[in-house]
């Protein structure tokens, strides 16, 4: 059965729609067998994997940004009912990315080229791994998987100006513009963490963001948790705490060149299992979608999928 490959047209403002003839004479090339499913909704996307699993396709390939290849978990593990339970997921099916979106930090954590061709030439050599995913469970009771970075405060406020006024801009300029826009009239949200199952003692601040990763990078390149890894089964916390618009601003230049965040107003601790928790209304997103309002439960789910890799 040939390769299922998943592409969300409007992915990295309109790009993955302009790439999917590349990538299919890319696969021709190479003689690999692949069918090409668009999507245009959230719904549809995760029928359509829920199809393909159903018809036995046992590679999974998305081709877009984070939200895509978040997305593509998440259909898969839904189709295997695995998400509300415990347990090693995925190991039967491989999970492919060809990064063609506005932010690709999971792709990159994962090693995988940029350009389409050296992409594709990843997935038709067919070496695999097993990584982790991150498995949140909202205030209202639902779970849901993410893979690489999530939180809760600006960088959740950006989310409406990155998917809105900015959603055409690139990268990691359109986080950051994002996130500038958003600063109007925030000041800050006062966050609990804990950390169940560990010694960790609580922590309680008042933070600009509060960020549990997988990667060392989110939002398009941004390095705040430069020592995370998607195999070690541990998660990052990141915590900023409040800073003036001064400083904020003052962090823009390296931030925006290198995506490197130098100051000290930064908590951070590790864990498999991390609670956060806020005092006013707060939503909590993961890969750059909006999952659900805290307090939010999230754990590592170790080598819960097996990916492509170089």
Not at 51 to 59: D, M, Q, R, S, V
Not at 118 to 141: C, E, L, N, P, W
């Amino acid at each position: 059965m040939p390769a299922t490959l998943f592409v969300n047209p409007a992915a990295g403002c309109g790009g993955a729609a302009r790439k999917i003839a590349g990538a299919r004479h890319a696969f021709a090339q190479r003689n690999y067998s692949i069918k090409i499913v668009e999507t245009h909704s959230v719904a549809g996307f995760r029928c359509a994997v829920g199809e393909a699993i159903k018809e036995g396709c046992t590679t999974l390939i998305a081709m877009g940004g984070d939200g895509s290849m978040q997305l593509l978990a998440n259909g898969m593990m839904a189709e295997k009912g695995v998400i509300g339970e415990t347990g090693v997921i995925g190991r039967d099916v491989l999970l492919g990315v060809i990064p063609a979106g506005g932010g690709n930090d999971f792709a990159k954590a994962l090693g995988i080229p940029k350009t389409i061709q050296d992409a594709v030439d990843v997935i038709a050599r067919g070496k695999s791994r097993m990584v982790d995913a991150v498995r949140v469970r909202t205030g209202d009771g639902k779970n849901a998987i993410y893979l690489g970075g999530g939180g809760v405060g600006l960088d959740a406020l950006a989310m409406r100006y990155a998917n809105g006024r900015f959603v055409k801009w690139r990268g990691r300029l359109r986080y950051l513009a994002s996130a500038i826009a958003a600063l109007r009239g925030f000041s800050g949200i006062e966050v609990e963490v804990e950390f169940p199952g560990s010694d960790l003692p609580k922590i309680a601040r008042r933070a600009m963001l509060a960020a549990v990763l997988n990667t060392p990078t989110f939002g398009g390149g941004l390095g705040i948790a430069p020592t995370a890894k998607i195999d070690d089964g541990i998660l990052e916390l990141a915590l900023i705490e409040m800073l003036s618009k001064r400083k904020v601003l003052a962090l823009l230049p390296r931030l925006l060149l290198t995506g490197e965040l130098k100051t000290s107003r930064v908590v951070r601790a590790r864990a498999a299992r991390i609670k956060l928790a806020s005092r006013s209304e707060a939503w909590f997103q993961g890969d750059g979608e909006l999952l659900g309002l805290a307090p939010v439960e999230i754990e590592v789910l170790p080598n819960a999928l097996r990916m492509l890799v170089p």
